[in-house]
């Protein structure tokens, strides 16, 4: 809602962003925009959150059991989108194509040329210096001030030299992402296996799999990814799916053309001490790896919420929208916990909202009535029969919930038809020609029309960018800070 009140001055608060991945970028950005002073906490060395890729594994930890993990990023070398960039980007910052030197032009590119367009807009909106680096957070719990009526937080965080700092802020934006904790299932005989088990998180290229027969459990996009490379250097490779309606037409030809060495079984029944994996119709094979491509879980190891959010089968709450938990809103809010989403788009619209409504530019609801939304749409997923697991997948395909979200609470612009139009032919094509959808592409007149006009747009912006880049950045300066107190860290006792 918006605020009724017009002569109501707009209030300042100090904000903390946990996470300098798009999701955090995105907030950083709209915070400083509606005139916030924004800190935002990275543990790496850099921008970019996932995309910033790390070739670095934490081989005590394979399996990624340990919270947090060691190694943030879970990319591996030879990703490259199964989004086309044109479906990627901010409203006024598009993921264009790039002229530079090592710059990757394609729809698909690979993982790198995110992690630059990333880097590329935190520097055209000024925002790395509100970015502290190599900073990780340690803990996030609500500051005990029983004389004021202000929710505020204590963060406490540690940096390479190991030196602890904490601050109090007016308000946390929580935006960690949420493909870095992995998701391991729980088959009979893993403990005692005497062969190699590791998750995808720690994959990062084929080689170490050289003459091995791998097993690779999950179909989804990155098993499907892991499987096919690996099979070019590995003896066998088995793919685990669930079903067999996961077997696209994409992947029937994959296994036609490749089937002396990559193999489809449904379901990793048990492992045996003797070295084998045993599938769901009683066969088996003697493997060397096995690789669970199995998803992830949401994590928040450094939020103490006193149980106020919990996360129970991957379900975050209570959220309202998915954003803001209604009995620390709006002191705490969430960005990025929605998935199949148009990503960065959606993360700068929930960006926006946060922003607003710490201002008091717009207002929530009472805490029942946003507690009454929560329980509304639990209940819609489970009369559809959705997992609670899936409770944040708020299908890309049907864009009404990005739209409405848009609309009702931010004035954001609609994804636009032919937009939808390519991220649908795009899914279509990678549904019937999994080798090949990236580079082998045909557009529809409407969506030439739309790619055309969206590229014309961003080459006016990236000129209007230029030459404005340094009144915006003035505009988002410190001005506005001068008269709020400066955070004074204190190391606890």
């Not at 609801?365 to 946003?370: I, S």
Request: aromatic share 10%; with cysteine.
């Amino acid at each position: 809602m918006v605020c009724d009140d017009d002569n109501m001055p707009l209030q300042r608060k100090k904000v903390c962003v946990i996470g300098a991945g798009m999701a955090g970028l995105a907030a950083a950005r709209e915070l400083r925009r509606e005139g916030h002073a924004v800190t935002v906490l990275e543990q790496s060395g850099d921008v970019g959150g996932q995309w910033l890729y790390d070739p670095r594994l934490d081989l005590a930890d394979p399996l990624g059991g340990e919270e947090p993990v060691k190694v943030h990023s879970s990319i591996y070398a030879s990703l490259r989108l199964i989004s086309a960039r044109e479906n990627m980007g901010f409203t006024d910052f598009q993921f264009a194509p790039k002229d530079d030197d090592g710059r990757d032009q394609r729809r698909f590119p690979g993982h790198r040329e995110v992690y630059l367009y990333l880097k590329d807009f935190c520097d055209t909106f000024g925002l790395m210096e509100f970015v502290r680096l190599n900073t990780r957070v340690l803990r996030v719990a609500m500051q005990q001030q029983p004389t004021s009526r202000c929710r505020q937080w204590a963060v406490r965080s540690v940096d390479l030299a190991k030196v602890e700092t904490e601050e109090v802020f007016d308000a946390v934006v929580v935006a960690n992402g949420h493909y870095s904790q992995p998701r391991v299932p729980s088959i009979q005989g893993m403990e005692a296996w005497s062969g190699r088990q590791m998750h995808s998180h720690s994959y990062r290229t084929p080689e170490p799999f050289r003459g091995e027969v791998v097993v690779v459990v999950g179909s989804g996009e990155s098993g499907k990814d892991v499987a096919m490379e690996v099979r070019k250097v590995a003896k066998e490779v088995h793919l685990v799916a669930q079903s067999m309606k996961e077997v696209t037409p994409g992947l029937a030809k994959v296994l036609a053309k490749h089937g002396a060495s990559l193999h489809v079984q449904l379901h990793l029944a048990r492992l045996c001490e003797d070295g084998r994996a045993v599938f769901g119709d009683g066969s088996s094979v003697v493997a060397d790896t096995v690789i669970y491509c199995t998803g992830y879980d949401y994590s928040f190891p450094f939020l103490d919420t006193a149980g106020a959010v919990t996360v129970d089968d991957n379900r975050v709450g209570p959220l309202f929208e998915h954003v803001f938990p209604p009995s620390l809103a709006p002191s705490l809010s969430f960005i990025g916990i929605p998935i199949k989403v148009f990503a960065p788009w959606f993360f700068e619209a929930q960006a926006k909202w946060v922003a607003q409504v710490l201002s008091g530019r717009r207002t929530l609801p009472p805490e029942e009535e946003m507690l009454r939304s929560v329980e509304e749409w639990y209940r819609s997923r489970e009369i559809a029969g959705v997992p609670k697991k899936y409770t944040h997948d708020v299908s890309l395909f049907d864009i009404t919930y990005m739209d409405e979200f848009g609309d009702k609470y931010c004035d954001f612009p609609r994804v636009e038809r032919w937009n939808q139009e390519l991220l649908v032919a795009s899914y279509i094509n990678m549904v019937e020609n999994l080798e090949t959808f990236r580079d082998a592409y045909q557009d529809t007149d409407s969506i030439r029309k739309g790619v055309e006009a969206w590229q014309l747009a961003a080459q006016h912006i990236q000129v209007n960018q230029a030459a404005s880049v340094g009144a915006q950045i003035q505009s988002l300066g410190l001005p506005e800070q001068a008269h709020m107190e400066p955070s004074t860290p204190r190391t606890p006792q």
